[in-house]
């Protein structure tokens, strides 16, 4: 479960952090605040951090949070299936549609994006395959003992 919290949950809150505090405040999350009343709260907190934007990379700022989706979805995917094209789909779709946006899907190709998610699935199955290797391990040595 703690494996669970601190790849999924904790970077999914950190990518929507980046977003909430500091994007652009025209995304459609921010109609979902207005809708949910918790819109003050928001910009409040996103006038606390304000001052701070102009410290943080653009890269760090927009792709940073795809990033972090890309790993996130990565790993939930490697808790529940073992097949290796299952867990590779959050990459492959994501640099699909970043690639897609040259031509024919809405937004700004950008090749960061793409660096970052193919960093973010490297960093994902370098902690998948290390999970799955102590895991064995564990459960031969308690093969073992029996």
Same mark, same amino acid.
């Given at each position: 479960?703690?494996?669970?919290?601190? %790849?999924?949950? /904790?970077?999914?809150?950190?990518?929507?952090?980046?977003?909430? #505090?500091?994007?652009?405040?025209? #995304?459609?999350?921010?109609?979902?605040?207005?809708?949910?009343? *918790?819109?003050?709260?928001?910009?409040? #907190?996103? @006038?606390?951090?304000?001052?701070?934007?102009?410290?943080?990379? @653009?890269?760090?700022?927009?792709? #940073?949070?795809?990033?972090?989706?890309?790993?996130?979805?990565?790993?939930?995917?490697?808790?529940?299936?073992?097949?290796?094209?299952?867990?590779?789909?959050?990459? *492959?779709?994501?640099?699909?549609?970043? *690639?897609?946006?040259?031509?024919?899907?809405?937004?700004?190709?950008?090749?960061?994006?793409? /660096?970052?998610?193919? !960093? !973010?699935?490297? *960093? !994902? /199955?370098?902690?998948?395959?290390? %999970?799955?290797?102590?895991?064995?391990?564990?459960?031969?040595?308690?093969?073992?003992?029996?």
């Amino acid at each position: 479960m703690k494996r669970f919290f601190l %790849h999924v949950i /904790l970077t999914m809150v950190v990518g929507g952090i980046v977003y909430i #505090l500091f994007r652009s405040d025209t #995304l459609l999350m921010f109609r979902w605040f207005e809708f949910l009343k *918790i819109d003050k709260i928001i910009y409040s #907190l996103r @006038e606390y951090t304000f001052y701070y934007r102009k410290y943080i990379p @653009e890269s760090v700022l927009f792709s #940073l949070p795809d990033c972090l989706w890309v790993y996130s979805f990565t790993m939930f995917l490697s808790f529940y299936f073992k097949n290796i094209l299952l867990i590779m789909i959050p990459c *492959i779709g994501s640099v699909l549609t970043e *690639i897609g946006q040259l031509w024919f899907v809405p937004g700004t190709f950008d090749i960061m994006d793409v /660096l970052y998610m193919l !960093a !973010a699935t490297g *960093i !994902a /199955l370098f902690f998948i395959y290390r %999970h799955r290797n102590s895991d064995m391990k564990q459960r031969k040595l308690s093969n073992q003992t029996v």
